[in-house]
């Protein structure tokens, strides 16, 4: 019940072109769900995060979609760029004790000229 | 503003000696979280701490792991009598409060066991 499940695993897109990966949970529980983008070598980076009550939120190029009912969320990448190549982790997290993120097992996005 | 502060950013022990790792939480912050990554995996929780208290460990190894965050100084991830299976990434993460709110992470430190 603790997992949170993403895919596709890796992905390519060319330059311009929209990336979407998604992530699905089980946890009721869980009411905190934000996106994480690494680097090689580096340590994850919030990139941008929503609380289910809402359905969207975007940030510059950057879009998070939430449906509640289907325990799903997305995030969008629109005009994607090479410098957006990176692994991609979505994560949830709920109160007190729960406030540990629990995170998908990553997307390796490849975005090609 | 210092980002979270973690060292050594790379660290090899042999067989049997204790690794040490260290996490400075942003300025303000006072809930650190710790993950180890495995190559081309994701993030697993280890343990989740506030200042001088275990708030939850389940994530942790039952032997040879343990963690504190004292009044006074960094959080401390300590691994006693390292195995090569220890070898991966460790990230130490903090937030401003509880609950779900904002994480940030470290640059992490990349343990070898050789």
């Known amino acids: 019940q603790q997992q949170v499940k993403q895919s596709p695993q890796s992905l390519i897109v060319q330059k311009g072109g929209i990336s979407i990966i998604n992530c699905a949970y089980e946890?009721?529980?869980?009411?905190?769900f934000p996106w994480y983008q690494q680097f090689p070598g580096k340590g994850p980076a919030l990139l941008i995060a929503?609380?289910?009550?809402?359905s969207e939120k975007k940030e510059g190029r950057f879009t998070i979609s939430f449906n509640k009912s289907a325990k799903q969320f997305s995030l969008h990448i629109m005009d994607s760029q090479p410098g957006d190549s990176a692994t991609y982790f979505c994560?949830?997290?709920?109160?007190?004790?729960?406030?540990?993120?629990?995170f998908g097992t990553g997307t390796r996005l490849q975005v090609t000229l | 503003n210092a980002g979270v502060m973690q060292n050594p950013r790379h660290l090899v022990r042999r067989r049997g000696q204790e690794a040490r790792l260290r996490c400075s939480p942003m300025?303000?912050?006072?809930?650190v979280y710790w993950y180890r990554q495995l190559p081309e995996e994701g993030l697993k929780f280890m343990v989740y701490?506030?200042?001088?208290?275990?708030?939850?460990e389940s994530g942790m190894p039952k032997e040879r792991f343990s963690a504190e965050f004292p009044k006074e100084g960094p959080s401390i991830l300590r691994i006693q009598q390292v195995v090569r299976g220890d070898s991966a990434a460790y990230f130490c993460?903090?937030?401003?409060?509880?609950?779900?709110?904002?994480?940030?992470f470290g640059q992490g430190t990349r343990l070898t066991v050789v």
């Open positions: 300025k303000g912050h006072s809930h």
């Open positions: 993460a903090s937030s401003p409060q509880g609950g779900s709110s904002e994480a940030f």
């Open positions: 994560a949830a997290s709920g109160t007190g004790t729960a406030s540990k993120l629990t």
């Open positions: 929503i609380r289910p009550d809402v």
């Open positions: 701490l506030q200042k001088e208290n275990i708030i939850d």
């Open positions: 946890n009721t529980a869980f009411d905190y």
